[in-house]
């Protein structure tokens, strides 16, 4: 009798065990396929709270991250992005089932909620961390991003160029769990901010008639000035006052902050210039004979025999032609070759890469983007932690010393160097 209630209590349990791990694996198999059949976009379009409220209003979109990417400092924080100097952006990551919605579709609704002809920042948000980008994970992607760029320039919609980036994506770094599903967490704070911030009532007049074929549901999709689609019943006004609402504060450009509670201005410091290149008759003025056959004429300036090359003050480095920030002195080193040498960019956002064939040669050409630039080449064989360098032309760089960052209107970098 024994060996029977033995043998009974052995088969059971090898009989639950089985019924767990099948239960286990049915468990897994939702997981299993939602990887399988979900796709990520990234965007940025300024403040990540609006950007990601945007985008899940959507149908088939399951999800929005709100994160950072784009720049050169690992595991960043809300506190350092939006002080600007990191070269990352607010930005989001979209979960998605290709099934029910294409990428295409996803740019058609990024377009609509953006101000694409900003390379300032986005509506309140002043700073290059707050301009709008599209991060390619593929040539698939790239070819139909700059397709629908090209197509919404083409419409005839802004009376302004597209300036919106298009750039492979890096590593994307979630932000901090409180800036996750922000308009659902703290739905009265977020549409203060967002009725203050000039987005909405730039994109009601942006799109008030259509003039592209684009999707008429991206173009219509919910601005936030409901809520209805996310749940969020609209409080009244008498209810943001009883509250008890502290006021929230969001940095700007120039390392300033509006208080939302008292009412958004818009920054008119240096730091919230626009990078420009002047006409051609003007540079011809303005800069030296080496510099304009440096900038202007893809020219290169004697090794040792220049202004930066053996120059070691703190400081960052700006382009000759339009002041956009380019290369930090914290990531200069001394390369031998008799040129000013850089491990990175400071704003890898501010630079192109060309090939150049030149002199039977294979090499990688570095430009500006706004001033269009020729700055010099950039090569593999460079230190840690990039392994990459640089090279140069010091006649196509202006530098400003750290302690005049503030009053030439680039205080958002004083901190890298206190």
Same mark, same amino acid.
């Given at each position: 009798?024994?060996?029977?209630?033995?043998?009974f209590a052995?088969?059971?349990?090898?009989?639950?065990?089985? &019924? &767990?791990?099948?239960?286990?694996?049915?468990?897994?198999?939702?997981? *299993?396929?939602?990887?399988?059949?979900?796709?990520?976009?990234?965007?940025?379009?300024?403040?990540?709270?609006?950007?990601?409220?945007?985008?899940? *209003?959507?149908?088939?979109v399951i999800e929005a991250i709100s994160g950072y990417t784009g720049? +050169?400092?690992?595991? %960043?924080?809300?506190?350092?992005?939006?002080?600007?100097?990191?070269?990352?952006?607010?930005?989001?990551?979209?979960?998605?089932?290709?099934?029910?919605? +294409?990428?295409?579709?996803?740019?058609?609704?990024?377009?609509? +909620?953006?101000?694409?002809?900003?390379?300032?920042?986005?509506?309140?948000?002043?700073?290059? &961390?707050?301009?709008?980008?599209?991060?390619?994970?593929?040539?698939?992607?790239k070819h139909l991003a700059e397709e629908s760029k090209q197509r919404l320039g083409d419409s005839g919609r802004f009376n302004k160029p597209i300036v919106t980036d298009i750039l492979p994506l890096e590593e994307f770094f979630p932000a901090e769990d409180y800036h996750q599903d922000y308009y659902k967490k703290r739905p009265i704070r977020y549409k203060f901010y967002r009725s203050r911030s000039g987005r909405d009532q730039f994109l009601k007049k942006a799109w008030a008639k259509p003039k592209t074929h684009m999707d008429k549901n991206a173009m219509t999709s919910d601005m936030d000035t409901g809520m209805e689609k996310t749940g969020v019943l !609209?409080?009244?006004?008498?209810?943001?006052?009883?509250?008890?609402?502290?006021? +929230?504060?969001? !940095?700007?450009?120039?390392?300033?902050?509006?208080?939302?509670?008292?009412?958004?201005s818009h920054v008119t410091s240096k730091g919230d210039r626009m990078?420009?290149?002047?006409?051609?008759?003007?540079?011809? *003025?303005?800069?030296? %004979?080496? &510099?304009?056959?440096?900038t202007r004429q893809n020219g290169t300036e004697p090794a040792f025999n220049n202004e930066y090359w053996n120059h070691h003050d703190?400081?960052?480095?700006?382009?000759?032609? !339009?002041?956009? %920030? $380019?290369f930090s002195s914290k990531d200069?080193?001394?390369?031998?070759?008799?040129?000013?040498?850089?491990?990175?960019? $400071?704003? %890898?956002?501010?630079?192109?890469?060309?090939?150049?064939?030149?002199?039977?040669?294979?090499?990688?050409e570095v430009r500006s983007r706004h001033g269009d630039s020729h700055l010099g080449h950039v090569f593999k064989d460079g230190p840690a932690p990039s392994g990459l360098r640089y090279c140069i032309n010091s006649a196509a760089l202006r530098f400003i010393p750290s302690e005049d960052l503030e009053k030439e209107g680039y205080g958002m970098y004083k901190k890298l160097f206190e």
């Open positions: 009798m024994r060996s029977i209630i033995i043998t052995l088969f059971a349990v090898i009989f639950l065990g089985f &019924q &767990q791990v099948r239960s286990m694996d049915k468990m897994n198999e939702p997981m *299993k396929n939602r990887s399988e059949t979900t796709a990520t976009a990234v965007f940025a379009g300024g403040c990540f709270w609006c950007t990601e409220s945007d985008f899940e *209003k959507i149908d088939g720049g +050169h400092l690992n595991n %960043p924080m809300y506190q350092q992005v939006s002080k600007g100097g990191t070269g990352h952006v607010e930005a989001v990551k979209v979960i998605y089932d290709p099934a029910k919605i +294409h990428y295409e579709k996803l740019l058609e609704v990024f377009w609509r +909620h953006v101000d694409p002809t900003d390379p300032g920042g986005q509506f309140v948000d002043r700073g290059l &961390q707050y301009r709008s980008a599209i991060f390619y994970a593929n040539q698939t992607e !609209s409080e009244t006004q008498s209810e943001m006052g009883n509250s008890g609402m502290k006021s +929230h504060k969001k !940095s700007t450009l120039a390392g300033h902050s509006e208080d939302m509670m008292g009412g958004m990078y420009t290149r002047p006409t051609e008759d003007e540079l011809r *003025k303005r800069l030296t %004979p080496i &510099q304009y056959k440096v703190a400081g960052i480095y700006t382009d000759i032609v !339009s002041g956009e %920030p $380019l200069k080193f001394d390369s031998g070759t008799g040129w000013p040498s850089f491990t990175r960019p $400071l704003e %890898p956002a501010n630079i192109v890469e060309k090939t150049d064939r030149s002199f039977w040669t294979v090499r990688t």
